[in-house]
């Protein structure tokens, strides 16, 4: 399956790149992660667009494989989460789902398997305002 350009901040974009040089990623995914960032378009938070999935987005997304759907918001990472759908971006969720757009069908090795996401939707938190949430 051939995936999207990843489209990321340059801060995501050295977020990511750390996650390659960690240990802790699986050798596909460390593979993927590598031929992703390569090819990744790299802008300015300000020009990223409001369909793509950055650092303090909610997204809605769904899980392919197993029929299920659910909202996430990706923190960063030490930030404590005030709802039980806030991950960090150290999270193998939000690794693998920043800098695609809202429809993008996502392919990552989860910690039980290869798993199919499909972002539903995303939503721009505004980071002058980090502790407002919407209901």
């Excluded at 299920?68 to 991950?87: A, E, S």
């Excluded at 429809?103 to 502790?131: H, L, T």
């Amino acid at each position: 399956m051939k995936s999207q350009q990843r489209v990321l901040t340059k801060e995501d974009f050295a977020f990511l790149m750390e996650c390659y040089f960690s240990a802790y990623l699986s050798g596909a995914n460390k593979a993927k992660l590598s031929a992703e960032l390569h090819a990744a378009k790299i802008i300015e938070k300000e020009w990223l667009p409001t369909n793509v999935i950055c650092t303090n987005s909610k997204v809605l997304v769904s899980n392919i494989e197993k029929n299920q759907t659910f909202n996430i918001h990706i923190i960063y990472p030490g930030i404590q989460g005030v709802n039980n759908n806030d991950i960090p971006l150290t999270d193998p969720l939000a690794i693998a789902l920043l800098g695609y757009p809202g429809g993008a069908v996502v392919e990552w090795e989860m910690p039980d398997g290869v798993n199919k996401f499909q972002i539903i939707s995303v939503y721009q938190e505004d980071d002058a305002f980090p502790s407002l949430s919407i209901a």
